[in-house]
């Protein structure tokens, strides 16, 4: 993935100027915030989701090492519809938008790797879109599985159950099998 290959570029230098320490189920943003951040997890577990109806459905899910940021809200500056929050005790890194743009623009291979990165979020969002058209539970959780080891040893069971659309003892007799 490219964000391993920006990561440590954005590390050193020293573009993440504030760092959250989050409780468990601390919000890092709510609907209706304009949110232009981009946070990196040095710690910790966070979802995003979006609540359906009087339900939450998780659609993304970030742990240590990960970027995450609410897309509307960073490309558009209009407010958010989704919320960030932590799922475990968290540690992340800040950097704004105005800061990254800043520094990517000052290198065309900086701006190439973030042009990448983008790419790379764009097709993990439709395969994600498309592992949820998969009728089979089992089916979806294996395609994950293989494709996200880590999110397994990561994230709480019934965060993984909602991201993946089905219920917790679903999942659980999917990992016993």
Known sequence: MKSQQLLPILLKADL??????LKKLDFLTKPGNIDTNIYFVKQGSLRIYVPVGVEEQIIRLAYKDNLIAVLDSFF?????????Q???????FVIKKTDLL???????????????MLEDMVL???TREKDLLIPSPKD????????????FQEIPNKYIANYLRMTPETLSRLKKS
């Open 76 to 84: 558009t500056e209009t407010p958010t519809d989704f919320y960030i």
């Open 102 to 116: 800043s520094f990517l623009n000052t290198n065309i291979d900086y701006m190439q790797l973030w042009t990448k």
């Open 124 to 126: 993990q969002q439709l």
């Open 86 to 92: 932590a799922i475990k005790k968290s540690e992340v």
């Open 140 to 151: 979806r959780y294996e395609m994950v599985l293989k494709r996200s080891p880590q999110l």
């Open 16 to 21: 993440f100027t504030k760092t959250l320490n």
